[in-house]
């Protein structure tokens, strides 16, 4: 399986075929039993984002803080951090919300942050688990423009598991997974 720089490719099948571990290994999240995963010979926690599944947010910090926490560890200046993760969150809706807790934010506006954190570094490729999977049709629609304009805008790929049909046509090409095996839909 190849995915070209700047395409947006939704990753389809049923539950339990497969897609979240396919996402983790070409994240570099899990090691491949056999073959090699490849992405230009660069380290990939500097070229890859990761929205997960279930978001993954600390606790004890807010969605601003959150977000800002990738950057942060790569020790970029914390100024223009904030700055990017405000425009961030913004962009996703959550400028109201900036200071609240996981625990006090819905499970959509988690999902958010957690897109918003994915994209702090600004990844040549975006993995995403699902990113709209626990958000309402409006708000589900708003993420998937917002990928869409950053894959346009910033020639970001993103590679993107979904159930969601209707979100998986809005892609360059659907891959589908059936048993663990790929294929193009």
Same mark, same amino acid.
């Given at each position: 399986? &190849?995915?070209?720089? &700047? #395409?947006?490719?939704?990753? $389809? +099948? =049923?539950? +339990? !075929? +497969?897609?979240s571990t396919l996402l983790h290994l070409i994240g570099g999240l899990d090691r491949p039993t056999q073959g090699r995963i490849c992405c230009a010979g660069v380290d990939l926690s500097r070229r890859v984002g990761f929205v997960f599944q279930f978001h993954h947010l600390l606790p004890e910090f807010s969605a601003l803080e959150n977000t800002m926490? =990738?950057?942060?560890?790569?020790?970029?200046?914390?100024? #223009?951090? #904030?700055? &990017? !993760?405000? &425009?961030l969150l913004a962009s996703v809706g959550l400028a109201d919300r900036l200071h609240h807790r996981p625990g006090a934010l819905s499970g959509g506006e988690q999902q958010r942050v957690a897109v918003a954190r994915a994209l702090i570094n600004n990844p040549d490729v975006l993995l995403a688990d699902e990113p709209t999977g626990n958000l309402d049709r409006a708000t589900g629609q708003t993420i998937q423009t917002l990928l869409r304009q950053l894959n346009q805008e910033l020639g970001q790929t993103f590679v993107i598991v979904t159930h969601d049909q209707k979100f998986a046509a809005h892609?360059?090409? $659907?891959?589908?997974?059936?048993? +663990?095996?790929v294929s193009a839909a």
């Open positions: 399986m &190849q995915i070209a720089s &700047q #395409e947006m490719v939704a990753i $389809v +099948g =049923p539950s +339990g !075929a +497969g897609k926490m =990738p950057a942060l560890i790569q020790r970029r200046p914390k100024q #223009e951090v #904030e700055h &990017q !993760a405000r &425009q892609m360059d090409r $659907v891959i589908s997974l059936v048993d +663990g095996k």
